[in-house]
């Protein structure tokens, strides 16, 4: 796919998508990692959200096929934990 129409199609869906209040995405992925590793149900719901939002922005700014899938891969598994866990 032509790397400028595939950066067309990704702001086209951004504009309709919200992030969440901070859309940093080391913070949304530490915030969801501490969450998921509470294991209490109150907080799954915020560590879905915030891998969700970090996984959003990782896929909107992404800058290589190698470094996306190892961002893809982390993000999955850390929902796994989270809906194995609850």
Request: net charge negative; hydrophobic share 40%; glycine share 2%.
């Amino acid at each position: 796919m032509d790397q400028n129409f595939e950066h067309e199609l990704n702001a086209e869906f951004m504009k309709d998508t919200s992030f969440s209040v901070y859309s940093d995405p080391k913070f949304l992925y530490i915030m969801g990692k501490i969450c998921a590793r509470s294991q209490l149900l109150v907080y799954s719901d915020l560590a879905i959200q915030s891998f969700h939002d970090y996984f959003l922005i990782k896929t909107y700014y992404k800058r290589s096929d190698e470094d996306y899938a190892r961002v893809k891969i982390k993000t999955f598994v850390w929902l796994a934990r989270v809906f194995l866990d609850t």
